[in-house]
T-cell receptor, first 109, second 114 residues
Framework: GQNIDQPTEMTATEGAIVQINCTYQ??????LFWYQQHAGEAPTFLSY????GLEEKGRFSSFLSRSKGYSYLLLKELQMKDSASYLC??????????FGAGTTVTVRA | IAGITQAPTSQILAAGRRMTLRCTQD?????MYWYRQDLGLGLRLIHY???????GKGEVPDGYSVSRANTDDFPLTLASAVPSQTSVYFC?????????????FGPGTRLTVL
């Protein structure tokens, strides 16, 4: 089976930076995804990493270390609209996605 | 372009009843997926289809069946619903099963089995 761990909740102040960590143990590895999910809505794609290193996309960045089974999602210049659940997902050797339980980020004014 | 649509939006169902959740995509994606999302457990794959005419079992397939008669539609059927199938169900699609293609999700169906 797959094992993907991420913190349950995080709280940060508007304008600040928050880092969401994700550790994983999977059967094979074909990429790591981050999704954002607002309450009552569908998950939407944020980022994809398949090689080690940092991928930057505007205020959001994602990092991957395959040897450590570790990724993080960095949210900079937090805005109220960033309050959501952030899902870490790993694509395994069979190209199936396994999701972590999600990290609920609350942004306070 | 609608992307992925799901129907119904929500449903309350008596245990033992048969129910089909509908999913349609207009992106001509080859691969489609059904997930359930439960509090504290995250999204779990029920069934998938890499291309029209083929289907496969995911992590939690028991009690569910799917069919993929064409590219656009991927219905999920609960033959005899049980309360443990109360969940939010998401359909997703991607252009390919592998590669860098991401999965795009439908709006979800909230199902309550009493």
């Amino acid at each position: 089976g797959q094992n993907i761990d991420q913190p349950t909740e995080m709280t940060a102040t508007e304008g600040a930076i928050v880092q969401i960590n994700c550790t994983y143990q999977t059967s094979g590895f074909n990429g790591l995804f981050w999704y954002q999910q607002h309450a009552g809505e569908a998950p939407t794609f944020l980022s994809y990493n398949v090689l080690d290193g940092l991928e930057e996309k505007g205020r959001f960045s994602s990092f991957l270390s395959r040897s450590k089974g570790y990724s993080y999602l960095l949210l900079k210049e937090l805005q109220m609209k960033d309050s959501a659940s952030y899902l870490c997902a790993v694509r395994d050797g069979d190209y199936k996605l396994s999701f972590g339980a999600g990290t609920t980020v609350t942004v306070r004014a | 372009i609608a992307g992925i649509t799901q129907a119904p939006t929500s449903q309350i169902l008596a245990a033992g009843r048969r129910m089909t959740l509908r999913c349609t995509q207009d992106m001509r994606h080859n691969a489609m997926y059904w997930y359930r999302q439960d509090l504290g457990l995250g999204l779990r794959l029920i069934h998938y289809s890499n291309t029209a005419g083929t289907t496969g079992k995911g992590e939690v397939p028991d009690g569910y069946s799917v069919s993929r008669a064409n590219t656009d539609d991927f219905p999920l059927t609960l033959a005899s619903a049980v309360p443990s199938q109360t969940s939010v169900y998401f359909c997703a699609s991607s252009d390919e099963a592998g590669g860098t293609d991401t999965q795009y999700f439908g709006p979800g169906t909230r199902l309550t089995v009493l």
